[in-house]
């Protein structure tokens, strides 16, 4: 018996009629939730390249518990994933809160995301509540009555794959031509401009983590490598713990945008490629065989990175309540990060409400450990690498690296 709801995600449709061709004057918002925070720079190339004005491109604010009681009320959903459930809270943001209304709400269902990773694991997926969850936050505003249809406001959620371009092109034609008046052309062109800014994007924060480990290991300092999915980085989800350890004077790098460098990977990896243990330096089957959640899969590679980098010597983990996709990761990337003695701390069940000052008492016992172990793991790390350190190369950008 065929499974209707499936079959509507795929459908077009808009709460009220297209918006008018004159694309200039249309407002678009945007939720800014789950994977947009990795891949929004997509997003912003692609309506401006048809015709959607930097100025009419809206973005919700961060999460918050005041956004979420202020817009969101009501309209929760069952869903106790807090990522998902603070969706509510940007959509009524953007519906009810903006001086100057949109036109059309974009919320896309992304199903795959582009990695560093691909090809060598599986596949590079999302978790499914990030995928449903704009249908499921949408409910809530169309339980009792049509809101966006009540606001003029055309509800977008384009199923996409992000992770596999040749699809994309013709996803976003089909779901979204009624919506913005499209031709195929142009559709291409803009998915064209989306990914050549993304990877743009991409490619200049991973030089830049680059130059900061490159720093690390001229002026032999530590650094510290946060464990998160990219909605970590919204200060309402991640609560900016990071934050706090790099106002101590640590560098912070994200595993999202860790530099792949084939030098610099090649060196880390050297010994588990040439004894076979892996195939390239972002093979993970040796620890995550079940390999096609993109975000898993990178916090998986991300541990790695970490155990074998001299100058990481302190790993932080974050999670949020009740993350089905986590559990599973927690116990295998700590033995990881902590095979080589790479300090690893947890920070699990991050919820809306900030825990101020357990963070504080926390985040001063990590200093304390970082301060007194830091030098002595750098030395224990180099010692398993070969002497050939690609990092020991002055670059032109590391004079403008600072703590
Ligand atoms: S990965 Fe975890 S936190 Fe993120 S949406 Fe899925 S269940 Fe929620």
Redesign the pocket.
Known sequence: MPFQTLRTWFERKPSVAPPPKDRSQLRVGIARV?NVWSTHQFWVAFLKELGISSENIVFSSDTSEEQGREFGKGRGTV?C????KCISGHYGELVFGQKKKINILLSPMIHSLPSILHGHVVDTVT????MA?PENIKAGFLKERDVFAENDIVYASPFVSLGDRHMVTEQLFTSLKDVFDLDLEETARAVQAGFQALDSFTTKARQRSRDILAWCAQNGKPCILVLA?P?HMDPGIGHEIEGELQAHGYPILWLQYLPGDDDLVNWLFEEDVKTGRIKSPFDISDVWTSSYSS??NEIMWGAKFATRCPWITCVIRL??Y?????QPTYTPSQKIVEATGTLYFKFGDLDSTKPGGGIKIRVETIVHYLSKYSEEIIQRKLGYLSPDCPLAVARRSDAAVST
Request: hydrophobic share 20%; charged share 25%.
């Open positions: 789950l869903d994933c807090y990522p998902v978790c499914t509540r990030v969850g999915r909605y975000n898993t999670s949020s009740e993350c089905g996709m986590d």
